[in-house]
């Protein structure tokens, strides 16, 4: 009993006043009452939502009468949980975020069919849609057993997001709750040892068809999932931005000044306008490897790293100068430090997409550009999930033609070799990138450089001007490397007006730094886009400390840090 106020008292009302803070209605579920399997809803909020938001283009004014109403939330009510909880999730967010064609709808429409949107993604118009908070939620699947859930988040009567509460007195509290919520969506898991105890909660997957996130809370911390995330695959949230700080601390309940692991992960994930811009941009579905050797296909949801960088990349690419007229340097990029292991790949992904939705950015061309063959290959695949027209540019005239066309798309560029005749992409190089010595193919680079202009011969031609929008985004993978100021040479030469904006997972040498800074930011904030260094990656758990006994002294021993400082040394040297 004193675990259980416990969990009352410093996690689940606590959670709720914050949310309240923040704009959620608070709904106590002895008011709800049991939500039935059959009518997993809020139905009072869904009928007014639909009717709210789906309206005629011509006039703006609402179409939908009750009886598409009903046909609408059946038609979400019963996704079919035939193949399992997993498999109803990813056909319910379909409809939530695509939403559903409607063949012959009510005359008002005045048309022969129409899509019911169940929730208004467009930020500009997020004031339609009604955020309700309901702890202590009763629900009852069809065996007739009833669940109590600690907190979920309805967005128009839907089930969004589950939040389960632990007291801190447990021995692992994140572990707890999230069996817990594996169990009540109907997907437990195998080595749960309440298994053969017959110690656990009765499942509702009804419910857990629409829910996007899960959230495993205690008193001072609060770790992310989603439907099919395992407890290694939740994960914490620890950044702020792009939220104020002061802002979320004003947001807290009284007596609380300081903002721990679990006021940012509510402050900043369950917001209610970055609730709907996370779920819309920011959960993608991942075919991963099983031990069996096949594949399935799961849900994964932003890192807080990765949110943050995209989120940063967006705005900058929003508020920052395009080159022209007196800004000499384009003022949209930037450069991102994140560590080796941080999700690199995912977060270009995630920045696409976002972008790609965007009434503003929707438009852009991007380009990116990287000289490792199994990068690539990996990047084209996770860059697919954005959902976006994906091109693979195999020679340079291909390239120049994709560059000239430009629109909405995704363009690869893989550089495998670059010398005194030029760049070479992937299916012209006899080599794999892979296995190549990049600081010897940059001596011979320069090295011919060098003879070139002591015979005062003209510099070797890249790409002929192919493009002057400045619609176009360039991503450079490992914007560190040797290449990187002939890469840039030559960029500036075929789209003269693009936003660049690379991403290194290694230290900069000391020499080169400015200069990487300079071309990837312009204007006067040379400093880095998004930090997320070896100490962030070790303390969530990303990477794995390294300590190494070296000559470096007697009696020394570096760790990740030390290592870093030597890898830059090194490189300085040799440079």
């Not at 004014?61 to 109403?69: F, K």
């Not at 069919?113 to 849609?129: I, L, P």
């Not at 589950?162 to 969506?185: F, G």
């Not at 090295?447 to 360039?474: G, H, Q, Y």
Request: charged share 25%; with cysteine.
């Amino acid at each position: 009993m004193a675990t259980i106020q416990s969990e009352r008292d410093e996690v689940e009302r606590p959670t709720v006043a914050q949310l309240q803070a923040m704009g959620w209605t608070h709904l106590p579920g002895k008011d709800v009452g049991t939500l039935d399997a059959d009518a997993s809803f809020l139905e009072d909020q869904l009928t007014e939502a639909l009717r709210r938001i789906n309206v005629r283009a011509d006039d703006d004014r609402p179409w939908m009468e009750l009886t598409d109403i009903r046909r609408s939330i059946s038609e979400l009510a019963s996704v079919s949980l035939g193949q399992g909880v997993d498999k109803a999730n990813f056909a319910a967010t379909d409809l939530l975020l695509s939403g559903l064609l409607l063949p012959g709808p009510s005359a008002t429409h005045g048309g022969p069919s129409a899509t019911v949107q169940y929730v208004e993604w467009h930020e500009e118009r997020a004031d339609r849609n009604e955020f309700t908070v309901v702890d202590q939620l009763r629900v009852r699947n069809r065996s007739g057993d009833v669940s109590v859930l600690d907190i979920v988040l309805f967005v128009n009567g839907i089930p969004l997001v589950a939040v389960e509460c632990k007291s801190p007195d447990l021995a692992d509290p994140i572990r707890s709750a999230v069996l817990d919520l594996r169990h009540y969506a109907g997907s437990p898991l195998p080595d749960d040892e309440r298994n053969s105890a017959g110690l656990l909660p009765a499942g509702v997957p009804e419910l857990f068809r629409t829910v996007q996130l899960l959230v495993a809370a205690t008193a001072e911390t609060a770790y992310l999932g989603t439907i099919t995330s395992t407890p290694e695959h939740f994960h914490p949230w620890r950044s702020v931005e792009p939220e104020a700080p002061a802002v979320l601390t004003a947001e807290l309940p009284d007596g609380v000044d300081q903002l721990n692991e679990r006021h940012k992960l509510v402050g900043v994930v369950l917001r209610p306008a970055a609730l709907l811009r996370i779920v819309r941009h920011y959960v993608i579905p991942m075919t991963v490897p099983t031990e069996a050797g096949g594949a399935r296909t799961v849900k994964a949801v932003a890192r807080h790293q990765q949110y943050r960088a995209a989120e940063k990349a967006v705005r900058k690419l929003l508020t920052g100068k395009a080159r022209g007229g007196p800004v000499l340097d384009d003022e949209r990029g930037g450069l991102i430090w994140h560590t080796q292991g941080s999700g690199k790949s995912l977060t270009m992904t995630f920045l696409v997409r976002r972008m790609h939705l965007h009434h503003r950015l929707s438009e852009f061309m991007v380009v990116v550009v990287t000289d490792r063959t199994q990068l690539q290959e990996q990047l084209a695949a996770t860059l697919r999930l954005s959902e976006s027209e994906v091109e693979t540019a195999r020679n340079a005239a291909q390239m120049e033609g994709l560059l000239r066309d430009g629109g909405r798309r995704v363009v690869f560029a893989m550089i495998q070799k670059y010398g005194a005749g030029g760049f070479t992409f992937a299916a012209e190089a006899e080599e794999d990138g892979d296995e190549r010595d990049f600081a010897a193919e940059y001596a011979d680079a320069e090295k011919a450089r060098r003879e070139r202009r002591a015979a005062k011969l003209p510099p070797v031609p890249n790409f002929p001007e192919c493009n002057t929008s400045p619609d176009i985004l360039v991503l450079v993978d490992e914007a560190h490397r040797s290449h990187t100021s002939l890469l840039h040479a030559a960029l500036r030469k075929a789209i003269p007006n693009a936003a660049k904006i690379g991403f290194t997972g290694t230290p900069i040498m000391t020499g080169k730094a400015e200069d990487t800074r300079r071309i990837f930011s312009g204007g006067l904030d040379r400093g880095f886009l998004d930090e997320y260094r070896m100490a962030d990656a070790e303390h969530d758990g990303v990477v794995v400390r390294i300590r190494y006994e070296g000559r470096t002294g007697e009696g020394t021993v570096l760790d990740q840090d030390g290592l870093d400082r030597r890898f830059e040394d090194l490189v300085k040297d040799r440079s």
